[in-house]
């Protein structure tokens, strides 16, 4: 497609339960970054995939969290034994050069923990 | 890691005003952007601007890399512009963009 897709746009689950999210980047993009948005802040930092490889997880808040990208195209952020403190939307962002070219958002995936 | 700081906080506009929005950066930066996050959560790209000055339609924004800090000017305001705008930057030893906390923007009619 022409921009970053996310799927599912909305997501409500019980507290406990395991999550997928998943992010298409723009075709030829070779960078990938995950970010978090609570309601009322920025957009705070994950993990970024330069190809398959995680080049920096610092971002993510526990061992809960995990990212995979196996063949440098789609990634799926996993959260496991969610808690209602991970409730925010979840954001993916495609670049074509890295860290220092321009990042393209796509639309979110909003996630309700209850 | 670099520290961004956006102002003003919060902003009211009449349709038809001009405003300047603020970012200022802790560090030397490789890359800057600025963004509009309209009232659906999209964030919309408006400049790539490490440096240097551009411009697109009512909109502009200046960097100065030197003095750290950047500058978004939106002229005639319309009330589509009403929203958050963030700035954000990677620092020269980053690798990752780091968000201002945003400026929100009400353009009223």
């Known amino acids: 497609g022409a921009g970053v897709s996310q799927t599912p746009s909305n997501k409500v689950t019980e507290k406990g339960k395991y999550v997928e999210l998943r992010c298409d980047p723009i075709s030829g993009h070779t960078a990938l970054y995950w970010y978090r948005q609570s309601l009322g802040q920025g957009p705070e930092f994950l993990i970024y995939f330069q190809g398959t490889g995680a080049a920096d997880d610092s971002g993510l808040p526990n061992d809960r969290f995990f990212a995979v990208r196996p063949e440098g195209s789609v990634s799926t952020l996993k959260i496991q034994r969610t808690e209602r403190g991970d409730s925010a939307v979840y954001l993916c962002?495609?670049?074509?050069?890295?860290?220092?070219?321009?990042?393209?958002f796509g639309e979110g995936s909003r996630l309700t923990v209850l | 890691g670099i520290q961004v700081e956006q102002s003003p906080p919060d902003l009211i506009l009449q349709e038809g005003a001009n405003s300047t929005l603020r970012c200022n950066f802790s560090d030397s930066v490789n890359n800057l952007q600025w963004f509009h996050q309209n009232p659906w959560g999209q964030l919309i790209n408006l400049f790539y601007?490490?440096?240097g000055t551009k411009q697109n339609g009512r909109l502009s924004a200046t960097t100065v890399a030197t003095e750290r800090y950047s500058l978004l000017y939106i002229s005639s305001s319309q009330t589509t512009d009403s929203g958050v705008y963030f700035c954000?930057?990677?620092?020269?030893?980053?690798?990752?963009?780091?968000f201002g906390g945003g400026t929100r923007v009400l353009v009223k009619p």
């Open positions: 962002a495609s670049s074509r050069s890295g860290v220092n070219g321009e990042l393209f």
């Open positions: 954000a930057v990677n620092g020269a030893a980053g690798n990752k963009l780091t």
């Open positions: 601007i490490p440096s």
